[in-house]
């Protein structure tokens, strides 16, 4: 049983505002299973552009209470606005509720928002992007809580993204449960997670090994032989309108 | 090629704050930064000003410093641009009919801001887009053989396949004749064929080999044993 957030579930009445979520392929997922649990301290949600990682994640968080825009975990939140709340419910669990809500797209206006108000924190928007995430991680993420990620690795370098590896295994340590949605191979590794993979077609594969995620086997296969592979690619990509 | 030399006309210790000390100032106070290659990547830790040079040199070419085209004007509230643009002599050897700046940090940004531009040549669509499908259909309908494209880390938000599509993307515009000046931290970015890469660390600016740069080496090194990696990372741990 999971301390912040047991498992999330799907509704019966879509909203009409959210019916489009049914077309995306988790929300599929979820909709078929008809609830996804969490097993590990550690989840990480992984999957192709669009397969609604990120909206899978705005949905567990705007039902613990976070505010949609990320940031802490104030309480004060009342998502009703938000057309996610009529797709799925999450459950919690024992604990009462606090952590951090790390958005990908927006935490740059997340940033310009703290400002030098924010009191003990430094102007985030002196920093780089990647510098920025490392700061609230080692700075925000501290002690039990539910800390929700969405890409955290956008612009941290993969040594970068290896310390963060080492942040997340040592909160889940210390009875913290993560959620993270992620692209990155290096955050794939952490110790004891539970992957989830989405794929487009509609399928979610769980609870296997990192080594057989595609993000890690396209790395791994890459580094077979980086030119040959950079040469097939141009070709591949020579007519092809990326868009589709 | 059009932008093909790079220097810096103030004394660093006249530029302010947390420029002076950045390593590619005190690089560029040496001499200056040429550009040779259809496509130059710039890679370095977190830090090292890759991006507060990117921005500039897209300033410097008149383009909107939160990314977009030259005639995009919009920002964030109280947009902190650096000042190192004015401190920077750029040469070029004639002027880009298009020129882009792509930044994957501001990118949701640049969808707001096309959004409301209603006709703006069909680029109002971004944010129904997922931001691989979005990142692309930029690409695919604002750069082309002829223009001067900056990016800065591009590759965030995106899968690893998405990233090796990118690849074959902006290697074909180099090809084509475009000029492609792009900061990354990714591995499968630096592989772009033809592309020089450009190192900046704490000691300095150097070129170097695909198989040299920093990126390259921990990500090969983390591939060949991830639970080795991710093993010494959590008990090397030292938490106060």
Request: zero cysteines; proline letters at 4%.
């Amino acid at each position: 049983m999971m301390p912040y957030i047991t498992d999330i579930a799907a509704l019966e009445h879509v909203g009409v505002a959210a019916a489009w979520t049914e077309k995306v392929p988790a929300f599929r997922v979820l909709r078929e299973k008809r609830m996804l649990d969490f097993r590990a301290p550690i989840t990480v949600i992984t999957g192709e552009n669009g397969v609604g990682k990120s909206t899978l994640l705005e949905a567990i968080a705007i039902n613990a209470g976070f505010d949609t825009a990320g940031g802490e975990h104030t309480g004060k939140f009342k998502p009703s606005d938000n057309p996610l709340q009529t797709v799925a419910k999450a459950h919690k669990g024992k604990e009462p509720m606090r952590g951090y809500f790390l958005r990908a797209e927006t935490h740059f206006n997340v940033a310009s928002g703290y400002r030098d108000e924010a009191p003990g924190w430094v102007n985030l928007h002196h920093m780089s992007h990647g510098e920025s995430v490392m700061h609230i991680v080692q700075n925000a993420f501290v002690g039990k809580g539910l800390y929700l990620m969405d890409e955290p690795e956008a612009g941290l370098s993969f040594i970068r993204q290896m310390a963060i590896l080492a942040e997340l295994n040592f909160l889940a340590e210390s009875g913290a449960q993560i959620i993270i949605v992620t692209h990155s191979p290096v955050l794939m590794a952490i110790p004891g997670a539970e992957i989830w993979e989405f794929s487009a077609s509609g399928e979610l594969h769980r609870g296997f090994d990192f080594e057989v995620t595609t993000a890690f086997r396209a790395l791994r296969d890459f580094f077979e032989d980086p030119e040959e592979i950079a040469e097939y690619m141009m070709d591949v990509m020579m007519d092809n309108k990326g868009e589709s | 090629m059009f932008l093909t030399k790079v220097s810096l006309l103030d004394h660093p210790e006249s530029l302010p704050g947390y420029l002076s000390s950045l390593a590619i100032v005190e690089y560029l106070h040496e001499q200056p930064l040429e550009f040779r290659a259809p496509i130059t990547v710039i890679t370095g830790e977190n830090g090292v000003g890759k991006s507060t040079l990117v921005e500039a040199l897209a300033v410097g070419m008149r383009l909107n410093p939160s990314g977009g085209s030259r005639h995009a004007n919009f920002g964030r509230e109280g947009d902190i641009v650096s000042s190192l643009h004015q401190s920077l002599k750029l040469v070029r050897r004639e002027n880009p009919r298009d020129a882009f700046f792509f930044r994957g940090e501001t990118m949701y940004n640049v969808a707001s801001y096309y959004e409301e531009l209603m006709g703006e040549k069909n680029m109002h669509d971004l944010h129904k887009m997922s931001h691989g499908e979005s990142v692309f259909a930029v690409i695919d309908r604002r750069f082309n053989n002829q223009g001067f494209f900056v990016l800065d880390e591009p590759e965030a938000g995106l899968s690893m396949l998405r990233q090796l599509e990118l690849l074959g993307k902006l290697g074909n515009l180099a090809r084509g004749g475009a000029q492609i000046i792009m900061a990354t931290h990714s591995p499968i970015l630096l592989a772009i064929p033809g592309a020089e890469i450009l190192e900046i660390t704490s000691s300095g600016v150097a070129k170097v080999n695909f198989e040299d740069a920093e990126a390259v080496r921990a990500a090969r090194e983390f591939v060949a044993d991830p639970r080795g990696t991710a093993a010494f990372l959590t008990a090397e741990e030292d938490h106060q």
